[in-house]
């Protein structure tokens, strides 16, 4: 009985073993997901025990001699991101895989916040990596920019900083956030941008108008501000930074939590507190220097790589005391404050935010979602929402001291959509449209005139840009776009004043109410503006490489630029508009050549920009009030010339020492008049040297020296009447300071705790020397020095 039992199994078993002879096939194709090319060599590996097949020219593969079941493969490719596929074999089963090829989509898989692919292939472009905006955490946008060759920055004392791209800042400079571009009255010299450096993960500039989904109007450059990619993986990470600063006895925390999902979904959350009292030069007290600074931020949603949707909401609200020393009453004071050579008023440190003060709140809305189309591109649409509140409160007395002087409230809604035709290697297509209203309201119970007005402004744009790979060495590139501007204003203009511009003889059909001693008018202005660019990129077989770029840009005056009529008190002068002020055309041509050897390596970026129409604020007098004297700035229009160079250089004499050294230079100059033009940045050197040895904790150490010429183009003095002499006197408000020399230390060291947690310590000292020293684009190098020595401690902990 147990021989029956054991042949019968036996018979199954062999029976069984027979039918389950492993014969299956899997074959199959691997192509490319944008132009649905073949990719040939892509290698398909069954996970376990299985050799690993290549794809013929056709992108093909065949495995044989699989048994039936489900099985896991893992396909790769140079350049393209490895998938994971699950199938269930068959008999013969056919298996179509398509890989992400493409540049821009492997950054969407980085895990670090650096830099992301270039916005342009033939203009001058650089970049910031997250180490050195975590640098700055304590600092703000304009200090972290001056890293780079050719950006300098326009400041009001040490907390307003405007970022300047060769001589050209305001409205000028264009600053992307995340992909909204900010509204936030950068047309005044005060107005600093309303951004938190800390929520960044890595910012690039372009240094020109060339690229035009942007902004046909980037005269001066682009400034886009980026988050950290965010990985598409089941993981929560974070990092927390500390500082602490010397000069203003206070210091900052910012942290960032980011949580993901395998499936796409991710949410991450910022915030950041920042606190500082007055500020000291080497030998005083800059009172009432203080700032007050709290940003946070919330993103969240889904991204795989056929479609996703984000949304972001960010907060920034900024209270910046103004120096107390820079508000004058007349402008006898002024004169004063030039020649004595320290500020009229010095008081004790405090941490007080006393008037004259800024106080600023920006709130940031966007939704965001995109679509891949297979063997077509990416189309991508966005809405973004921002309003801005501005508050400037002036020295005043009595009950009004705690009303601001300027209440403005902008509110932007903009809705954007673009395509992104990719399926081509050789070329590429991009268009996309724009619209935009915006809302300007400037509040009357300020109990003083109104400087900017009521309006309401419209915007359209649509562009397109394409770029063509001719061969391995030269790729060319070109767009063009088309921007239309509408201001809807209503102001009330003092009739003495409407008859001094002259606009009784041009602008009579502006006024829609005669109210005697005032006018009130409406004007509407509509701005038709052509915008294009051409340029290559030429690699050298020996990995040199030159670009070459011209660039066609025009840009609508501002509200500032047309409508501004009265005293600006946080600035302390008279700023007159002019309603005649037209676009500015602008004509850039740049190159760059950049080499790079063994142990070294050169970039050389000369310029050369004419801009017609260029509008300027200059001082031209005096003007009495019931306050008092006050200088006269008046905007006006001319024909403009800025010529300049940035170059850099780098040594590596051995693998732990670097030096590194940069020279930028601008001339600027009002063609019309044969005269310079005002607030052209001085030439300056830059030349640091770094020891780094990874075995010593990543121990990093560089000593920077910065020498700073002095600018002797600057526009003639004037002339001014003095109430207290009776006579006319010269006032020196365009004389600029002399030249100066800083040195710099920075450190840092890393301490490893294990499971992915690493606490990184830095050291900072600015103006190691304690000079003193004052800088040409300061606004209130009229009334005291720049800063003394600075301590920067700082902790970070990533986790």
Request: a negative charge; one cysteine or more; charged letters at 25%.
């Amino acid at each position: 009985m147990k021989a029956l039992l054991f042949s019968i199994l036996l018979i199954i078993t062999l029976f069984e073993g027979k039918s389950q002879e492993c014969k299956d096939v899997l074959t199959g194709q691997v192509t490319d997901y944008h132009s649905k090319i073949p990719l040939k060599n892509a290698s398909v590996l069954i996970i376990g025990n299985f050799p690993e097949v290549k794809t013929d020219k056709e992108g093909k593969f065949k495995i044989s001699n699989l048994c039936p079941g489900k099985y896991q493969l893992e396909i790769s490719h140079p350049e393209c991101t490895t998938t994971l596929v699950d199938v269930n074999v068959q008999g013969v089963t056919r298996l179509d895989i398509k890989l992400e090829h493409h540049l821009e989509e492997l950054d969407e898989v980085n895990v670090v916040g650096d830099a992301i692919r270039d916005k342009t292939n033939s203009a001058q472009e650089e970049k910031l990596k997250l180490e050195t905006l975590e640098l700055h955490s304590s600092g703000n946008l304009g200090d972290a920019l001056k890293e780079l060759g050719g950006v300098s920055s326009l400041n009001t004392g040490a907390n307003i900083v405007k970022p300047t791209i060769h001589g050209l800042n305001g409205s000028r400079v264009l600053i992307l956030n995340d992909g909204v571009r900010m509204q936030d009255m950068e047309w005044g010299d005060e107005h600093a941008p309303n951004v938190d450096i800390n929520a960044s993960g890595s910012v690039s500039v372009i240094k020109g108008a060339s690229a035009l989904q942007y902004g046909g109007d980037a005269i001066g450059g682009v400034i886009v501000m980026e988050q950290a990619r965010i990985p598409v993986k089941d993981t929560l990470y974070g990092k927390t930074l500390l500082n602490g600063v010397s000069n203003g006895r206070g210091g900052n925390i910012t942290s960032e939590l980011t949580r993901t999902f395998e499936n796409g979904w991710f949410a991450k959350g910022q915030g950041s507190f920042k606190r500082l009292g007055d500020h000291e030069a080497p030998d005083y007290v800059l009172s009432n220097t203080g700032v007050q600074e709290m940003g946070a931020s919330l993103q969240f949603g889904k991204r795989k790589f056929t479609w996703g949707w984000d949304a972001r909401y960010s907060y920034f609200n900024s209270e910046i005391a103004v120096l107390r020393a820079s508000h004058i009453g007349n402008v006898d004071d002024l004169i004063r404050s030039i020649n004595s050579g320290q500020p009229e008023i010095i008081r004790s440190f405090t941490h007080d935010l006393q008037n004259p003060r800024q106080e600023v709140t920006h709130h940031l809305g966007k939704l965001n979602f995109y679509k891949r189309f297979e063997g077509l591109g990416k189309w991508s649409l966005q809405y973004d929402f921002q309003k801005n509140r501005r508050f400037e409160f002036d020295v005043r007395r009595g009950e009004r001291d705690n009303t601001a002087s300027i209440d403005l409230e902008l509110t932007t809604h903009t809705l954007s959509t673009d395509f992104k035709w990719d399926a081509k290697e050789k070329y590429q297509v991009h268009v996309g449209l724009l619209g935009r209203y915006q809302k300007n309201f400037a509040n009357p119970d300020t109990g003083v005139r109104r400087l900017i007005p009521d309006y309401e402004k419209f915007d359209f744009g649509g562009f397109v840009i394409g770029e063509y790979q001719m061969n391995d060495q030269l790729l060319l590139e070109g767009g063009l776009r088309y921007d239309f501007n509408r201001v809807d204003a209503k102001k009330f203009y003092q009739t003495s004043r409407w008859e001094e511009r002259g606009y009784d003889t041009e602008f009579q059909n502006l006024i829609i109410d005669d109210r005697g001693t005032q006018l009130l008018v409406n004007p509407v202005f509509d701005y038709h503006n052509i915008s294009g660019t051409f340029g290559s990129r030429l690699e050298f077989n020996n990995g040199s490489n030159l670009k070459l770029n011209y660039s066609l840009s025009q840009r609508a005056p501002n509200p500032s630029e047309l409508f501004s009529d009265g005293l600006h008190h946080s600035a302390a002068r008279i700023e007159l508009g002019d309603l005649r002020v037209d676009s500015e055309t602008s004509h850039k041509i740049t190159a760059s050549f950049q080499q790079n050897f063994d142990h070294w390596g050169i970039v050389f970026e000369p310029y050369a920009n004419w801009v017609h129409n260029f509008i300027l604020l200059e001082p031209s007098g005096v003007e009495f009030t019931i306050r008092g004297a006050f200088p006269v700035w008046e905007y006006r229009q001319t024909n403009a010339r800025l010529i300049g160079l940035d170059a850099s250089t780098y040594v590596d004499w051995s693998k732990h020492l670097r030096t590194n050294h940069r020279f930028s230079l601008v001339k600027g100059r009002d063609v019309e008049n044969d005269s310079p033009l005002i607030n052209i940045p001085a030439a300056n050197l830059r030349n640091k040297v770094t020891f780094t040895k990874p075995e010593w904790k990543n121990l990093e150490i560089s000593l920077e020296s910065q020498y700073v010429f002095q600018q002797n183009e600057v526009p003639e003095n004037i002339m001014v009447f003095s109430p207290e002499q009776q006579q006319d006197v010269l006032l020196e408000i365009n004389s600029a300071p002399e030249a100066y020399h800083l040195l710099g230390l920075t450190s840092k060291i890393e301490f490893p705790f294990g499971n992915g947690t690493k606490l990184t310590t830095s050291l900072v000292v600015n103006n190691l020397l304690d000079t003193n020293y004052r800088d040409y684009l300061n606004r209130q190098r009229f009334f005291a020095d720049d800063l003394g020595r600075n301590f920067i401690i700082q902790l970070k902990f990533n986790y």
